[in-house]
């Protein structure tokens, strides 16, 4: 059974910055593309950052210039570089990627169990 693993969250100041990390337990044969969501109490979940296996990737506007999502294709893991972090920045943190289990297998779409990013002005 694959789990997405999330480490990285916790509470800072304004204008300090967190590192976020995922990858996956269990076996795997490869994964596609990789993202960040995250989601404000009584609100969407929404896309903060994206990143394909060839390293291309896509960021929501507010986190533009800040954020900085990268992979480790040899290690199955993707972080989350956040920088000059705001109070509207506070969320849970999803990590999400699309997943080959084995060879003969497609890709199926898993999700971490999230992380709390707390932002204090």
């Known amino acids: 059974q694959v789990q997405l693993v999330e480490s990285g969250g916790g509470l800072v100041q304004a204008g300090e910055s967190l590192r976020l990390s995922c990858g996956p337990s269990?076996?795997?044969?490869?994964?596609?593309?990789m993202g960040w969501y995250r989601q404000i109490l009584g609100k969407q979940r929404e896309l903060v950052a994206a990143i394909t296996r060839a390293g291309v990737t896509n960021y929501a506007d507010s986190v533009k210039g800040r954020f900085t999502i990268s992979r480790d294709n040899a290690k199955n893991t993707v972080y989350l570089q956040m920088n000059s972090l705001k109070p509207e920045d506070t969320a849970v943190y999803y990590c999400?990627?699309?997943?080959?289990?084995?060879?003969?297998?497609?890709?199926?779409?898993?999700w971490g169990q999230g992380t709390q990013v707390t932002v204090s002005s």
């Open positions: 999400n990627a699309a997943i080959r289990s084995a060879a003969w297998s497609g890709y199926t779409d898993y």
């Open positions: 269990g076996r795997i044969f490869n994964i596609n593309s």
